[in-house]
């Protein structure tokens, strides 16, 4: 989706600082999204997912928040590692699109140590 | 853990030539994808597959794509006249179902148009 005002091209963390990761989605008609990392020379990771049903899905140091009112995803890292270091990108998906995922500007995360 | 796996990792071809990009999806996976990412930009969807036939493609997936499933695991894309604007990461991703599935993404071809 496409960030207004939200969007952090870049983000710097000390390891074993939280980090959140904002994305706001485009499409009111989406109803499900998907966290992926890419790091360098890599393609897309799958992290987290959740669906408009939820508003809250937590996975393994991660958990992901969806405010729809306001169509706005985010991404938290609990205890960031220098390992978390890499692009984060939210993507959507809604049955407009069918089966293409839209994905969103990516945010740079950076965990000095 | 199973994955999509993507040869070439680097590709280098004349404009003008065609090109064939391969991808092994996840094994028990149905729908296959290919996504493109211009240097610095965001991944773009090109097109979706599903039982041997294309379910959705893009304004970018013109006439000069193709993409094939030539056996039980192969998936391809074929660009057939490249164009100095195709040069970018071309990845390919499979999934289980058809929505509300994670999608899970090679580690890309680099395609360099000369």
């Known amino acids: 989706g496409e960030s207004v005002g939200l969007h952090l091209p870049t983000l710097s963390v000390q390891e074993g600082d939280n980090s959140i990761i904002n994305c706001a989605y485009s499409?009111?008609?989406?109803?499900?999204f998907i966290w992926y990392k890419q790091e360098s020379g890599k393609g897309p990771q799958f992290i987290i997912d959740?669906?408009?049903?939820?508003d809250k899905r937590q996975g393994q140091r991660v958990t992901v928040l969806l405010n729809k009112t306001v169509k706005h995803l985010s991404l938290q890292i609990a205890a960031t590692q220098p390992g978390d270091s890499a692009v984060y990108f939210c993507a959507e998906n809604s049955n407009q699109a069918g089966t293409a995922l839209i994905f969103g500007k990516g945010t740079t995360l950076s965990v000095s140590s | 853990e199973p994955e999509v796996t993507q040869t070439p990792s680097h590709q280098v071809t004349q404009m003008g030539q065609e090109v064939i990009l391969r991808c092994v999806p996840i094994s028990n996976h149905l729908y296959f994808y290919w996504y493109r990412q211009i240097l610095g930009q965001k991944v773009e969807f090109l097109v979706s597959f599903y039982n041997n036939e294309i379910s959705e493609k893009s304004e970018i997936f013109d006439d000069q794509f193709s993409v094939e499933r030539p056996d039980g695991s192969n998936f391809t894309l074929k660009i057939r006249s490249t164009k100095l604007e195709d040069s970018a990461m071309y990845f390919c991703?499979?999934?289980?179902?058809?929505?509300?599935?994670?999608?899970?993404f090679g580690d890309g071809t680099r395609l360099s148009i000369l």
């Open positions: 991703a499979s999934s289980r179902g058809q929505r509300a599935q994670p999608q899970h």
């Open positions: 499409n009111s008609a989406s109803d499900y």
């Open positions: 959740i669906r408009s049903n939820m």
